[in-house]
């Protein structure tokens, strides 16, 4: 199953600062790129567990006794660790976002680039989809799903489109959904446009904010001291949760403090944000927003 080269491969797996007997969990295992390049750094003693909701990545699962591989959501990593009897580890990687793999798979629903079913869920044992964004949700829910997840000022509008279609007919299709958005999307803007729409209704089917906040609430429990959180993230609302939570351990308001008034934060943050090169972003499009912030348990 073709998956592209990983993001921000060596860099994100150098900022887990790798002990050869650790234990370390790839939450977002795809095309298992960024595993395999752990497996090389981990020692006979180390161990890694990974997590995919995708059952499509079961396909890729390594075969390597040091590996785990659980068709699960990330945001559960705590009961199934737990159930694998790991308490603690020493360094989490995240890749969130989209798979090349889903991208490029017309059927899944994800690509402005395919006309599909409206599909766009991660796990496709999940019942709920694009369609009942689209044909269920009230004028008031859409609204707040464009303008909230695809930040589009337009989000009013587009809502009354797509309610006053489809009072005539069910919209089922990614190009019926384009048809219905056309006065919205200028030439010279429409793929910038349309990427934020199919943005906003993927982060809603697949709940993907409440899923990365309940995700990082629990790194700070499950990672040793010194143990490092290394996350990549795709445009600003990922990236703004993490930058928050790694500098306040919590996604608003200022930190908490003890008696002393001195702040109270579980992750203290290491270099400076990191982002692709020229180079990398030639090889791979996909590369081209990415942004990795690390972090280590204090």
């Known amino acids: 199953m073709m998956y592209h080269n990983p993001v921000l491969l060596s860099a994100s797996v150098d900022a887990l600062d790798i002990k ?18 752990i497996l090389n750094r981990l020692g006979s003693e180390g161990k890694l567990i990974a997590f995919d909701q995708d059952e499509d990545a079961l396909k890729n699962a390594l075969d390597d006794e040091r590996f785990t591989l659980i068709n699960e959501n ?3 990593i705590k ?38 079913d ?19 949700y009230s ?9 909230e ?29 384009k048809e219905v958005l056309q006065r919205f999307l200028p030439n010279a803007k429409a793929h910038k446009i349309l990427a934020q729409v199919y943005q906003a209704i993927r982060i809603e089917v697949n709940q993907e904010i409440e899923s990365i906040k309940e995700f990082l609430h629990q790194t700070a ?19 703004r949760l993490v930058k928050r939570y790694i500098r306040a351990g919590q996604f608003e308001g200022e930190p908490e403090k003890d008696f002393y008034g001195n702040i109270d934060v579980p992750f203290k943050k290491v270099g400076r944000l990191i982002v692709p090169s020229k180079e990398e972003i030639a090889n791979n499009n996909r590369a081209r927003s990415a942004k990795l912030r690390i972090a280590e348990r204090i």
Do not use: C, W
């Open 149 to 177: 997840y695809g930040e589009l000022r337009n989000a009013n509008a587009m809502a009354k489109a797509i309610e006053e279609a489809r009072s005539e007919s069910k919209i089922k299709t990614t190009d019926a959904l």
């Open 139 to 147: 004028y008031d829910e859409l609204r707040r799903v464009l303008f």
């Open 74 to 76: 990330y945001r559960y």
């Open 20 to 37: 050869k007997d650790g234990v370390y969990v790839d939450v977002t295992f795809g095309g298992g790129g960024h595993s395999k390049e």
């Open 118 to 136: 409206l599909d766009m869920r991660m796990s496709q044992r999940n019942e709920f989809s694009a369609f009942n964004v689209v044909n269920k």
């Open 79 to 116: 009961q199934f660790l737990k159930f694998y009897g790991i308490r603690k580890v020493d360094g989490i990687l995240a890749d969130f976002g989209v798979s090349s793999h889903q991208f490029d798979t017309a059927e899944r629903g994800f690509s402005t680039r395919f006309d599909a």
């Open 221 to 239: 429990d499950l990672l040793e001291p010194g143990g490092r959180l290394s996350i990549i993230s795709y445009h600003s609302l990922e990236d």
